[in-house]
């Protein structure tokens, strides 16, 4: 039992006391968290300080508005409808292509141009707030998974989550949806985590259920042949995500698109600790690391994605 | 490790301050003033306030309060009389006591004490009580429908009796039969039980009288006394509960001057009430008391000169830091996911009230059928407060409604439903709810369950003696589950189910 203790904090696992007290307590600033509890919020922040996110098209506030949505669609075929404020990923509405009048979504079920507006208005309700408090509709542009992806997921777009701490990125996954987790990215309930080496952003392995696991269980692609394309300048967004919110520990998601690259989805001031099981390997150590202040000072975003690469990766 | 900066030094000083000054308290009253750790063995004191409330309607007033005595199982140790501005005097009126509040000229609400202590012991047997004198006269007179039916039941009484006990018996056999025969229902709905007995044994030819009880309850308020009926035969008086038919005196019921006509007269006063507050103490930590009450001054802070309602309400108050000390160690050490925080406190003190086992099964219950109906609301699709307080509004229609069925099939303690944190049940429901739709039922699972684990350890503690007796009796107590509390709060070790978690993490490599 107490060698057992002893592995865990040799090998620098964050326990959630610690992680609570430690460093959201003491590093993330209560006054900020509106910034990230709010997606419009977040990406408004995002594009000022060129922080690449998912195209806006335009947002509804008032209920009114809801009648102005074939307008502000236009010729588009493919968006995505989501609250500001929604919580655990209610109330998205994937829309990938139209079929004369209608409109095709990602589930492969049709809806209407009237089903959407009512679906505007249970979002404006704060039917999908946390709290259920009135709420914002966002509409985007619809991301285009990269391919290279592809063979890794059941429905649903990869999500790539970076832990930044200080400014560095210290930790990486990317969680896969499966047929249990219903095309969600939670992983507990079902998604695949597979641990990114922060050198290079190629799989370590697996885990579902916190248990490891090689191929993908609905599509059976090998898990360790995955790679994230363009991890440089996805790490130095990640780093950019300290500068734009002041969260000294944070967690920030990101989906990889076919012709955008890299794009900020939203940032988590409360980032859990799954990641550590997914790769196998505790955030303490590099924590403790920059904490310590072994990590050059006043670097910009990019050098701290560098040394995420050179120096961050081999600590584990 | 890292090195300890000043204001966790500070931090560490206050949270040992707070320990040490908890357990040099504790040992002082325990060294200086006596008091004992443990509930003893000895036997235990009940300490009885009687408060009488009126509106005087200005002028003089005198009230005349009718004054308990050492009886069977219960010996009076002392009393006292607590009526700022009266003059009081104690009028021993033949055998029976009472006492005498006068004042020449007051108005407004007022409010009178009487407090005694009575020792839970068989010094007295003996039923010695008080003098039989009977009530010849029937206290209630029947008009010719009610003495008809009267009539009947006594005639059917009669039949199958010899002798006064049998047919008080039988009397009560037809009263209490259910379902009632017309003529019973007519007769129940017209008079008090107690008054309709009597009546009926007087016309009997049976020398009965109506006597008053008080149950005893550790840590109750507002309690009122009961009516009882006395029937003397063979030389001894026998106490009946007419509302029950129960024959005998239940152990915990505390007779309240047997032989008075009255227990309360109030003379240039309006809406008298009488009222009593109960709670239970060890002989031991009375003498201390007794000594302190002595002593003023001596311990100017003392709960035990509060009036026993305000002390009854302590008593419960100063055990929600021991269920609130369970929460923090179950989240904080064991990592049990609960709804809500101290949902599972409230729980318990609500528990403590119904039974833990009723209890359960009424959180279960109300809880389950909560969640019913949440999910019928969740498809209308309703604003957030809307939706709340509709729920809310079906709690409370629950409580009422199983409070009912519960006294329907007979089960009597279930009836302290009403004492579940509504409002809060609401929240839960709510919460489980939006958990339900979110995470699945696994999830909804777990934490009510996590939720009434931790009740039920929380009540487990709450109800123990020994808890009951520290935290009421030694404050110091509080300032140590403060130190703990706070010490825990900067435990950041791993909690025993991340141990399960992280168990890939942990292997030998």
Redesign the interface.
Known sequence: MFNFIKRLRKRGILSMNQRNVRYIGQYNDRRLYPLVDDKLKTKLLATEHNVNVPGLIGTIQYYHETRLIDRIIGQRSGFVIKPARGSGGKGILVIVGSKGEAYLRSNGSVVTLPDIRRHLSNILSGLYSLGGSQDVAIIEELIHSDPRLEPYTHEGVPDIRVIVFKGFPVMAMIRLATRQSAGRANLHQGAVGVGLDLAAGRALGGVQFNAPIEIHPDTGATLKNLFIPKWEELLELSAKCFDMSNFGYLGCDFVLDESHGPLLLELNARPGLAIQIANQSGLLLALNHIEQGRAPKNLSPKQRASYAIDKLAKLS | MIGLSASRLLFFFLVFSLFAGGIVQILHRHLSLGIPLLPSASRDVWFVDAKVTFEATGGPVTVSFALPASQTGYTLLGETLVSPGYGVSLLPSGGLRRAEWTIADTDGTQKLYYKAQFAADNLIVSSSDSPPSLALEPPLSLDEVDQAAAQEVLTEAIEKSAGPLSLTRQILKILTRSPPTQTVELLRTNFEPADLLITLLTQGGVAARSVFGLELEDGRRRKRLESFVEVFADGELHLFDPATGAEGRPDNVLLWAPGALSILDVQGGRNSDLTFSILLQEEAALKSVLTQLDDLGQDDFSIYRLPLEEQALLKGMFLIPIGVLVVVFIR?II?FRTSGTFMPVLLAIAFIQTKLIPGLIGFVLIVGTGLIVRSYLSTV?L??VA?ISATLSVVIGLTILFTLLSERMGLENIQNFTFFPLVIMTWTIERMSILWE???PKEVLIQAAGTLVVAVIAYSLMSTPIVRHLSFNFLGLQLVILSLILLM???????VL??H????????V
Do not use: A, M
């Open positions: 904080v990592g699709n604003l957030l939706r979110e995470e699945g709060g900067q435990y950041t070790g791993y909690r991340e141990l978690r992280f168990r890939s993490l942990g292997k030998d």
